[in-house]
């Protein structure tokens, strides 16, 4: 069964930086798309960046267009997503998440399958 770890967390300034990974165990990474939600106090959880397993489509919410990119790297069973140019609103959880070989880029919820425990991002000055 597929297990995904969060790292890189942490307390930042505005316009900083941080890179998240996600790292997979338990399977290969393979060919699940993973996508970065995040969860702000008292706000739905909502979809940052996706990226599939096959054809590395990605997909990026408005907010962070220009500042966030994901990659991946299957060899080592890690996503990332770089945050640059980081704002006091990216302030939440960052969950990763697994959904199935074959998943567009969307960020429905219920598509994905595994998440991770998720990682605290604090944008403050």
């Known amino acids: 069964q597929l297990q995904l770890v969060e790292s890189g967390g942490g307390l930042v300034q505005p316009g900083g930086s941080l890179r998240l990974s996600c790292a997979a165990s338990?399977?290969?990474?393979?060919?699940?798309?993973i996508s970065w939600f995040r969860q702000a106090p008292g706000k739905e959880r909502e979809g940052v960046s996706c990226?599939?397993?096959?054809?590395?489509?990605?997909k990026y919410a408005d907010s962070v267009k220009g500042r966030f990119t994901i990659s991946r790297d299957n060899a080592k069973g890690t996503v990332y997503l770089q945050m640059n140019s980081l704002k006091p609103e990216d302030t939440a959880i960052y969950y990763c998440?697994?959904?199935?070989?074959?998943?567009?880029?969307?960020?429905?919820?219920?598509?994905?399958?595994?998440w991770g425990q998720g990682t605290q991002v604090t944008v403050s000055s």
């Open positions: 998440a697994a959904g199935p070989p074959g998943l567009p880029a969307i960020f429905m919820i219920q598509a994905y399958q595994y």
């Open positions: 990226i599939t397993g096959v054809g590395g489509r990605t």
């Open positions: 338990g399977s290969s990474l393979g060919y699940y798309t």
